[in-house]
């Protein structure tokens, strides 16, 4: 029988068969070269206790010569973060801060136009939300201790700290703060926020985009981690600390949360925790966590704290009002409650619960 010849036993294909195989290689070479080109090549990773918590700076050298510049610029993020320390700290005696409230009720102090910047933008927040951010709080510092031996404070203790709260009465003019007698400032709700915002404009001035900034559980995540996105986890403030509800997947943001869980004290079946709402002098009362997503940490790190006062009925309406703002909040029925846009971000661990 006379069979019909084909392409393949033919001499003609031995050639066209070697092509085939050349493209396939090089198809496959190129493949694999963008899939590594799509992985960090290196993760250089530090940490410090800084700011009465632990700090943690992650950066991606994409090359060999990057790993030594970026444990330079590392370096000298953390070296920001401590000139940030001692100028804004309420804790350290010499700091400027501390001087305008050693000084209160007397002449106004001269400090850096820095921190007039940020004690403006505080008093700006304390405006915006009616004063359920205040950065008077110091003043009422004395109530509330969870650090050692606990006891909840008489309602006529907390009604005389209350008169030494109130943003109204900060005077700035120029470079000069005052502060009538008896009143302090403090900074921990916006300040690390700010301290993280600037040690990732550091590791950008080194020519870094991808990285990620860590105080504390406050995060600032900029571009990617090779091809993934940065993955930042959301704790159950129910649940045991290495619990999680849901993670955020994000690129160039900053997540911060406030929980009741960290520092707390339960008395007759009531929980006491440091989220101390400045209006009533009394912890918060409406939430167990609130997560904010926003472009800056300063940002989110303020508006974690004013929608854990406000709870979500008050809060999110705010959130929603404000561009490039998400928010998540647990309330304190353990209640799922969240803005369109967070839902974009998150991946639950179960399903939400409404």
Known sequence: MKTTPTLIGSPLFRPILVILILVGIALTIRYLSQSVDQEPAQVVKMERELMGTLWGIQVVAKTDPDVARAQQAIEQAFQELHRIDALMSDWKDDSPLSAINFAAGQEPTEVPTELVAIISRGIHFGELTSGAFDITWKGMEDLWHFNGPFEVPTQAAVTEALQFVDYRQILIEGQHVSLPKGFAIGLGGIAKGYAIDRAA????????????????????????????????????????????????????????????????????????????????????????????????????????????????????????????????????????????????????YAEPNH
């Not at 091809?227 to 159950?236: A, K, V």
């Not at 918060?284 to 979500?312: P, R, S, Y």
Request: glycine share 12%; charged share 25%; aromatic share 8%.
């Open 201 to 348: 404009a550091i590791l950008e001035e080194y020519g870094f985009r991808d990285f990620l900034v860590n105080g504390g559980g406050d995060i600032l995540a900029g571009g990617t981690r090779g091809s993934r996105l940065w993955s930042i986890g959301i704790r159950d403030p129910r649940g045991a600390r290495d619990e999680l509800l849901a993670k955020v997947r994000l690129s160039d943001g900053s997540v911060v949360t406030s929980g009741d869980y960290e520092r707390f004290r339960i008395v007759d079946g009531i929980r006491y925790h440091h989220i101390v709402d400045p209006r009533t002098g009394y912890p918060a009362d409406k939430c167990q966590a609130v997560t904010i997503v926003a472009e800056t940490a300063e940002e989110a790190d303020v508006l974690a704290t004013v929608v854990f006062v406000l709870g979500h009925e008050k809060g999110l309406p705010l959130i929603e009002a404000i561009s490039g703002v998400e928010a998540f909040v647990v309330d304190v029925n353990g209640e799922f409650q969240m803005t369109d846009g967070f839902r974009e971000v998150v991946e639950f």
